[in-house]
């Protein structure tokens, strides 16, 4: 039986985790630890509440004690950290917020792997790690900036180059995880991904915001040209990704994961529109954002090698798919944008827990 502690597991892709693991391996045991920001939200897992296998905690990675006091609980083999701000607009109105949770959460999880893994925990220097423990960071391909048209995709070799708070605070965090694995030897992975999209997506991020809007027949706010591009890559896969180097990775190494699907946000939307059967004059394009990133692209072919690993999802048939699960979750679209999942949480575990 493996222990793992995954922070932010009741966001978008940390709740698709937890469904992934708890449905595919029965020798995981879950704790997930999630301060249930606006993000964060339990009736996305409230399949799963149930599960022995399955734990939920509310707290804060920035709690050191807390930290301690869950690791001498469930004794962890691993950490996966997905807990963050992660929406670019607001890093863009509250950048320290992001510096705060982004940077000095991963600071406190890995003191605290430190402290708990480390085999003479009284030596600093002690180099020596309990066998098998593992700390992965979530990251993102933010964190390389941004791509001419022409440019080649990113590898794990092109410089740290981010342009918004929220991916300055990314990148901060893969450097202090790097620093740890230098200076400490402490065993951990990096992941950086680009953007996914599938069930659960708050409704602030593209697909699910012009999906809600255009139910709605409100405006789509395009930002700018829309001709900015992103590589979509589905939840699903880029959690098949995380779980392999977790269990199958070398301490140390640094993988970029994405589906070589690149799309411009104008297609996109066209494409959201047509599906459901509403008009392109909802689109208006509004203000830019401000340091808008022109294009990401992601250069897998590390990952690939190495692991074996593939996109099992084509775009053509998991955005139908995803464009589907919306639909069918009106009432799951209407609780998150209302903020009512707060209340859900209440009724679940009372409102003296928060
Ligand atoms: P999300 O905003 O949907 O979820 C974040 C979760 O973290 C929420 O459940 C929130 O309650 C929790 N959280 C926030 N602050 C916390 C704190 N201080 N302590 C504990 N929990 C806290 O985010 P997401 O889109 O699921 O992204 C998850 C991770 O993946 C992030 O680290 C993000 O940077 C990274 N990432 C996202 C994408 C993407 O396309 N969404 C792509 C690549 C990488
Ligand atoms: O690349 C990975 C990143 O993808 C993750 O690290 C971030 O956590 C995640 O939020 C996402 O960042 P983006 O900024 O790319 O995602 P977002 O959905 O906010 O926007 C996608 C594109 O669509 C971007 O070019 C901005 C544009 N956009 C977005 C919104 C919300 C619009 O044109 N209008 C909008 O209303």
Redesign the pocket.
């Known amino acids: 039986m493996k222990n793992i502690l995954v922070t932010g597991g009741a966001g978008f892709i940390g709740s698709n985790y937890v469904r992934y693991v708890l449905e595919n391996f029965p020798d995981f045991e879950l704790v997930n630890l999630d301060a249930l920001t606006y993000a964060g939200n339990l009736e996305n897992l409230s399949d799963i509440e149930a599960n022995p296998q399955y734990h939920f905690v509310r707290g804060d990675i920035r709690d050191a004690e807390l930290l301690r006091q869950l690791f001498d609980k469930y004794h962890f083999d691993a950490v996966v950290n997905f807990a963050a701000e992660?929406?670019?607009?607001r890093s863009i109105t509250d950048p320290s917020l992001f510096f705060e949770v982004n940077v000095g959460g991963v600071l406190t999880l890995l003191e605290a792997c430190l402290k708990a893994w480390r085999l003479r925990p009284e030596d600093k220097y002690c180099h020596d790690f309990q066998p098998g423990v593992r700390y992965l960071q979530v990251s993102?391909?933010?964190v390389y900036g941004s791509l001419t048209p022409d440019e080649p995709a990113f590898t794990e070799q092109n410089p740290l180059a981010p342009n918004s708070p929220?991916a300055a605070s990314?990148a901060s965090a893969d450097l202090l995880c790097r620093a740890y694995a230098h200076t400490y030897g402490l065993p951990l992975n990096i992941t950086r991904?680009?953007?996914?999209y599938g069930p659960y997506q708050f409704p602030?991020?593209?697909?699910p915001?012009?999906l809600n809007n255009a139910q709605h027949d409100r405006k789509l706010?395009?930002?700018g040209d829309?001709q900015?591009i992103?590589d979509w890559l589905y939840v699903f896969d880029h959690n098949r990704a995380i779980h392999q180097v977790l269990t199958q990775a070398e301490p140390g190494q640094v993988y970029n994961i994405g589906g070589s699907n690149e799309r411009a946000?104008l297609q996109i939307v066209e494409l959201l529109l047509k599906s459901i059967g509403k008009p392109d004059s909802l689109i208006e394009h509004v203000k830019d954002?401000p340091g808008?990133?022109r294009r990401?692209a992601i250069d897998s072919s590390k990952i690939r090698r190495e692991l074996g690993w593939a996109p099992a999802y084509q775009f053509e048939q998991a955005l139908p798919a995803t464009i589907t699960w919306y639909q069918e979750h009106a009432t799951w679209v209407e609780h998150a944008v209302s903020g009512e999942y707060q209340n859900y949480y209440d009724k679940m575990y009372g409102a003296a827990e928060r």
């Open positions: 992660s929406h670019v607009d993102t391909d933010e929220y990314k991904c680009s953007n996914n602030e991020k593209l697909i915001l012009m706010p395009v930002y829309g900015q992103r946000n954002r808008h990133d990401y």
